[in-house]
């Protein structure tokens, strides 16, 4: 199957942002897309004091609008994410509509984008978002997607238990930084692939060197071998990549690493 990621530029028009990414969407579908990826904080900047003001309810204006045009090109929609509320919470949450518009799967950030690295950036979500508290997978025709959003990647547990819920991708809306970004985005992405034996895709905001915050961008989907088979630059693009699962098949028949675990020694379990 093909799977597009769209490294949309993000302003501060919401309305924009939206009816940009469905023009994006359309793009992708009329180019063969089944699959279609959004980068996290899609519809709003990405930055603690931006999150409130940007904030909806589940459903709402933007995913109403993702909802639409999953339809209307009958693909299969990951939307990225936006800043949701809900009970006088903040989360940080992704979407998934199918074909028919449905909504398959919410996906709140677990993982909470607390950091200090001194000199170069400070950054703490948890000033204004809460984390979620589950896993979230969705089933296509090709294959079944577990979901995360960029801090996630780096729990390499989470990963694992996608995989052994039968998860062959993992897609994670993520906006790295200049300081992360050319450090650990890249590796973090080989290494669940190689980890897991899954197809991982990561889709980035583009890079604004004028915003608050800097997107590293560098779009990327990564196969079950550790390689990297596609990848964007900074700018605002739309990445195509055709997925075989049959290659996965292959890696782990030749590398059997799903059956060889040692699970008389130790295990990965999901908890809730």
């Avoid at 409130?52 to 990225?80: M, R």
Wanted: with cysteine; hydrophobic share 35%; charged share 25%.
């Amino acid at each position: 199957f093909r799977l597009a990621l769209i490294q949309l530029h993000v302003s501060a028009d919401k309305s924009d942002n939206i009816q940009r990414a469905c023009g994006l969407v359309r793009e992708a579908s009329a180019k063969g897309a089944n699959v279609v990826a959004l980068p996290e904080c899609f519809n709003s900047p990405y930055g603690t004091k931006y999150f409130k003001e940007y904030a909806e309810k589940i459903p709402g204006e933007s995913t109403q609008k993702l909802s639409e045009v999953a339809k209307e090109c009958s693909i299969y929609l990951v939307g990225g994410s936006i800043p949701e509320e809900d009970g006088g919470k903040l989360y940080n949450t992704c979407t998934v509509f199918g074909p028919d518009g449905a909504m398959l799967a919410k996906h709140r950030k677990v993982h909470l984008f607390d950091i200090d690295v001194p000199g170069k950036i400070q950054f703490k979500e948890s000033e204004t978002l809460s984390p979620g508290n589950s896993f979230s997978m969705f089933d296509t025709p090709y294959c079944k997607v577990g979901l995360g959003i960029c801090y996630d990647i780096r729990f390499a547990e989470m990963a694992q238990i996608y995989g052994q819920k039968g998860c062959q991708m993992l897609i994670y809306p993520g906006a790295f930084n200049l300081t992360t970004g050319p450090a650990h985005w890249e590796l973090l992405q080989r290494g669940r692939a190689v980890d897991n034996q899954v197809y991982v895709a990561t889709v980035s905001p583009a890079r604004d060197e004028k915003a608050s915050y800097v997107a590293w961008g560098h779009s990327t989907v990564v196969n079950p071998w550790g390689e990297v088979i596609a990848k964007a630059g900074i700018e605002e693009t739309v990445v195509y990549t055709d997925i075989d699962l049959k290659k996965l098949t292959e890696i782990r028949q030749q590398i059997p690493i799903l059956s060889q675990k040692r699970c008389d020694l130790y295990a990965v379990e999901m908890k809730k």
